[in-house]
């Protein structure tokens, strides 16, 4: 019989803290900060340590104990870390009862053959989207713009059998479900229908969550720059993420004669980094783009408060977005394509716009436009993803896995 007071956890993720651009690792990093602030030991096992290490112990803070493990960061480094975490998983269970808590799809693959142990107190598992969901590019795009997507990104599409299966599994094993958001769940419904009852009783929607009160102050009584729409794309560097769409607008911005009203800030890593940079380079975009890379969070963040007007997200897919809700919590609109998974987040004329999708001038006329939205009323609206209430109903969620 687990003992309901139980108070640890075991976080599965391979990227801790976040190293690339991408809101499941920072996701992670706050979650298990929460928890321990709240009382919880937390155990993380992560990547990093190097093949002759093996396994390196890490004591983050009192109640914060990273286990860094090896295994090959290659494509999909998901599946080789879920293999790997196995054995400690079972190593921690073996000394302390826990929770387990990991992001689809990786439950059900490193926990099969783990709830025989008497320590576990229950599985929880965080879904972020659907797989099929983020394939509705295919819908969208030209042949010629499939062209871009990366290596990188086809190998991933590829998995998408294997982490449909995965994560019909990860529903079936797990105690409790975490939806990252509201579509999110109803995605999950129609694809899962024979899951729906459980899904429905044993599932929670939780925001990410957000550092909302010190985003509010850093943005506090910040003019930002009047003379020069600043507009930022903060993301990985995929097709996917809308990047290309970007430097579409941009170049639409320079053919309607708006070259000196405008300027773009790209943050972000990964394979379409090169492209990107070719790109700039042969069409003389440098005056109008200006690519910084990855820059850490704190920076990244004072970057934005303090001289950003506009973020322009025109992602094809996305669970929850975290630069948009970070983004609007310092009081800065957000543009995006009148997708299904943006309804939840862009309220049009409130706090961004949505433009139907490929509509380049549109997008661009309703950037210039979201300058003049109300910030103060921006961030009003961004309180709901306040980590301080999307984290209780997840704590919820935890305290009723440990009843069972």
Known sequence: MIDNRCRTVILLTHEYPPYVFGGVATYAKQLAEWLSQNGWKVFII????TFNEKVVLERASNNITVIRIYFPEVPPQWFFYALQARKYVEMILNKNQALVLSNNPLTWLTLKNLKKLKNHAGFVTVFHGSVYSLL???????????????????????????????????????????????????????????????????????????????????????????????VAYVGRMYYTKGVTEVIRTIETSIKEGYSKDIECWL?????????LMCYIKKRELSRYVKYYGFVERTKLLNILANYVNVLLHPSFYEGAPLSIMEAQALGIPAITYDLPWAHEFIINGLNGFRVPFGDTIELLEKTFKAKKLNRNRITRLAKRYDRKISFESLKKALKKALEG
């Open 136 to 230: 509705a590019f295919f819908q969208y795009s030209s042949l010629k713009e499939l062209k871009k997507i990366s290596l990188e990104e086809t190998i991933y599409y590829m998995q998408n059998p294997l982490i449909n299966y995965l994560t019909k599994r990860d529903l079936i094993t797990s105690d409790r479900l975490i939806f990252v958001a509201r579509h999110v769940v109803k995605e999950f419904k129609s694809l899962y229908k024979d899951l729906d009852e459980k899904i429905r009783k044993y599932g929670t929607v939780s925001y990410p969550g957000i550092e909302y009160d010190s985003l509010v102050r850093l943005r506090k009584d910040v003019e930002v720059e009047k003379d020069k729409l600043i």
């Open 46 to 49: 992560a990547g990093r340590a």
């Open 267 to 275: 943050f972000g890593r990964g394979p379409l980094e090169s492209w």
